[in-house]
């Protein structure tokens, strides 16, 4: 099954948005009504990621406890996740800063899911 639909079925309206990037274009893949209505600032986001995903193999190294999944940034609003999938590309997943979906359980949906069909 997709990403997207993983994550609907586990966090129903806790899911904010969805967005797969490369290294010069993103694409959303799902975002909530009500995100739909706040200013588009994807733009941003993306060149974030972009910096962030470059530092991914420096990350691994010094910490030395394998391979990176993801990172996350809580913010009041909304808990956002980034998933490195290879040199300058990734998924981008928002919800809601108090969905109920034990962290281990989210990245393994977000790892074992179909991000090919995301491409």
Same mark, same amino acid.
């Given at each position: 099954?997709?990403?997207?639909?993983?994550?609907?079925?586990?966090?129903?309206?806790?899911?904010?948005?969805?967005?797969?990037?490369?290294?010069?274009?993103?694409?959303?893949?799902?975002?909530?009504?009500?995100?739909?209505?706040?200013?588009? /600032?994807?733009?941003?986001?993306?060149?974030? =990621?972009? %910096? +962030?995903?470059?530092?991914?193999?420096?990350? $691994? @190294?010094?910490?030395?406890?394998?391979?990176?999944?993801?990172?996350?940034?809580?913010?009041?609003?909304?808990?956002?996740?980034?998933?490195?999938?290879?040199?300058?590309?990734?998924?981008? /997943?928002?919800?809601?800063?108090?969905?109920? =979906?034990? %962290? +281990?359980?989210?990245?393994?949906?977000?790892? $074992? @899911?179909?991000?090919?069909?995301?491409?």
């Amino acid at each position: 099954m997709s990403l997207v639909v993983n994550l609907r079925d586990e966090l129903d309206e806790n899911l904010r948005a969805v967005a797969t990037y490369k290294e010069h274009d993103w694409n959303l893949r799902y975002e909530r009504a009500d995100i739909q209505e706040k200013p588009r /600032i994807f733009d941003k986001i993306h060149e974030e =990621l972009i %910096l +962030e995903g470059m530092g991914t193999e420096y990350l $691994e @190294s010094v910490f030395r406890v394998g391979k990176l999944n993801c990172t996350m940034h809580s913010f009041e609003d909304a808990m956002c996740f980034h998933f490195v999938r290879g040199p300058m590309r990734g998924v981008f /997943i928002a919800i809601e800063p108090d969905a109920l =979906l034990p %962290l +281990e359980r989210f990245v393994s949906i977000c790892k $074992e @899911s179909d991000l090919e069909s995301l491409d």
